[in-house]
Structure formats: C-alpha cells, structure tokens
C-alpha cells in the first residue's frame, strides 16, 4: 500500500512537472504582456491621451460641444489601442526578429562618439528630423495599394481629435518599427536623445491632429500644422497622397507631394473603412487582402496556378 501511495506521489509529480515546463512559454508570454502594459510607452500614450482630452475639454470651456460622431470616434480609438496592446507580443517578436537580422548583416553605423559634440537639443533635432525623413518614405509607401489597407485605420476618423494619433493599427506598427530598424539603426543615435525626440513626436503628433485651423505662417515648411495635416486627412481626390511629414513639410515641398491651398473645408475619412467600428477596422487589412487574392486569382488564364503565373 505504502508502495503504492509512493508511486502515485511520484507519478503525480512528474505530471505536475511536465504541465509546469509547458507553461514556461505561456508565462513567459504573460510577462511580456504585463511589461507592454506598464511599460513607459503604453502608460505615456494613455497620459497623452487623457491629456489631450482635458486640453479640448477645458478650450471649450467645459462645455459638451464635441459631435455624436467624434464621440464614437475616440471611442473607437481608445479600444483599438487596448486591441494593439493585447497584441503587442506579436510586435515586439517581429521587431526583435528584424533586429537579429540587421544585426547579421554587421551594417557599420556610427560611431558614438560622433554625436558627443552635439549639444542636447541639436542631438534631439537631429534625431527627430532623421526620423520624419525615414517616417516621409514609409508613410509615402503606405498610401500605395498593398499598404493602404493598414494606413486606411488611422485615416478611418471622421471627426479628427487628439486621439486620432493613436489610431494605428498593429500592422502598421509593426512595418514602421521594422523600417526604422533597417533605415536609422545605422546612425547610432544615443538612447536618451531617441528618447526625448521619440516625447517631442508624440507630442507633436498630437497637436496636429487637434481640431484646429492654425497655420504657421513663414514657418509652414519647416514645422507641420494642424491646417497641413488636415488636408492630408481629407477625403479629397487633390489631396490623396498628400502632406505626407509628419514633422517637417519641407520633404513634401522637395519630393512633389505638398499641398496646401488654404483652410481644410473638405470632409475627412477614408472610403469604404468604418469610421467607429474597432472590430471592423481590426479586420478590414485582412478583408481588403484576401479580397485583392481573389481578385488576382480570377484574373489568372485557365489551367495556370499561381506559381506559374509568377
């Protein structure tokens, strides 16, 4: 009996064992997941977003005066980005795998030493303008037809707020993280000057997709306003594809893409994309991409495959 007793203990234990070393990689996962949740990026766009909603607030001079339709919007919003948190292990995988890839290929990079003789804000200046001329590529190859589909989200806003920033979908996160990895990895710019750009962009961000008509006067080239970017958020044959900087217009200016005929009077959005159905803006990339397959394969000549064809 006693023989017994020790065999089931032991049996028991061995079970317990082997279910526990299977849940090493769901607990590791949930780590992950607690760091992105408290980590300082999620907690700052949470601030900056409760921010922005007390600064619009408190301009209206607590009155009500937000549309029905920009209500649902930063509704919409806010549950896309709990939608992209509780994706973003997905994210940090596929950015830390494109890091090990870089890194095979020993691109030289900059020295550090480099940027020493740089005074703090020139550092920072640089950074963010490095940035935004990575950001002005990306930005103009996701307004492209395989791309687009990702874009489209963040054009989704009817009613454009604050909160429009932060509507991204987590592909599109993906592919700007992965291109600034291959695009800016090499200057070897210094983390603490990343970082005060990386606040200053956000914070920027922000104000330019605030419901205002302020232009910048003999200042419109080099620093984007919220006149500038409206345009580039109007469902406005002219201005498709427009306005793409998001810092500086002056790239617009140089490659052909700056548009700016006076106040934005025209409605926002994007066709056939759900202004406040987080759901359907999830789902839409994938929609629009199997729709575009199904669409290639029709158009295929009879008796041919798609490998062929290729």
Known sequence: MAANRGRFVRDVSMVMDLIWQALVPVQ???????????????????????????????????????????????????????????????????????????????????????????????LAVTAIVAHDFANYWNHRAMHHRWLWPIHAIHHSDQAM??????????????????SYIFLLSW????????GIGAFLITLHGIYVHMNLDWGHGPFSLALASPRYHRWHHADH????????????????????????????????????VSHDDPV?????PLVEWSRAASRALRKLPPGRSADEAN
């Open 280 to 284: 359907k803006l999830m789902l839409h």
């Open 187 to 194: 200057l070897g710019f210094p983390p603490g000057a990343a």
């Open 161 to 178: 707020t604050g909160a429009t920033l932060f509507r991204v979908h987590i592909f599109e996160t993906i592919w700007m993280q992965v």
């Open 237 to 272: 044959k002219p201005a498709y594809g427009k306005n793409l900087a998001n810092i500086v217009p002056l790239f617009d200016y140089l490659f052909g893409t700056y548009y700016m005929p006076g106040t934005c009077d025209k409605p926002l959005g994007a066709k056939g």
């Open 28 to 122: 590791d996962l949930a780590r992950l997941f607690g760091r992105v949740l408290t980590g300082e990026k999620t907690l700052f766009a949470f601030a900056a977003l409760t921010l922005v909603l007390f600064v619009d607030f408190t301009r209206r001079r607590f009155r009500p005066s937000w549309s029905r339709k920009a209500v649902t919007g930063v509704f919409a919003t806010f549950v896309i980005m709990l939608l992209n948190i509780a994706f973003a292990p997905v994210a940090y995988f596929a950015t830390e795998a494109a890091q090990a890839v870089y890194d095979a290929f020993n691109i030289p990079r900059l020295p550090g030493s480099l940027w020493q003789a740089f005074p703090a804000w020139l």
